[in-house]
C-alpha cells in the first residue's frame, strides 16, 4: 500500500542541526507532522522510510536501511547515506542543539 506524505502549502519547515562532538548533524524528532524538513520528505518520496500502517506510531526503514523508530525517537542524518535512529534519553545526552524555535 503506497502512502503519501501530505504538504501543506505555505509553511516552511525548519532546518535542524546539532553538534555531536565536533560534527555537525541533521535531526528530526520522529512524530507525524504535514511538512517535513526537505532530507526527511526525501526519504518519504524514495520510499526509504513510511510510516507502518498495522502500527501508525512506528517509522519503518525499507530493506536497505532496515529496522525502525518509534515517535519520539531521534532520526540522525550523519551523511547522505548513513541515518541512526537513538532515543530521546541518548539524544539528549550526546547532542546539542545549535537551531531550533523551541526547546528540546
Not at 74 to 102: A, C, G
Amino acid at each position: 500500500m503506497e502512502q503519501k506524505v501530505i504538504k501543506r502549502q505555505g509553511k516552511k519547515a525548519r532546518k535542524m542541526k546539532a553538534r555531536m562532538g565536533e560534527r555537525t548533524v541533521d535531526f528530526w524528532q520522529v512524530k507525524h507532522e504535514t511538512t517535513y524538513e526537505p532530507w526527511v520528505q526525501h526519504l518519504f518520496d524514495a520510499q526509504i522510510c513510511f510510516w507502518n500502517p498495522k502500527s501508525p506510531q512506528q517509522l519503518r526503514f525499507n530493506m536497505m536501511f532496515g529496522g525502525a523508530a518509534l515517535v519520539g525517537d531521534y532520526l540522525i542524518q550523519m551523511e547522505k547515506s548513513d541515518l541512526k535512529v537513538i532515543s530521546e534519553k541518548r539524544f539528549r545526552k550526546e547532542f546539542t542543539v545549535l537551531s531550533d524555535e523551541k526547546e528540546i
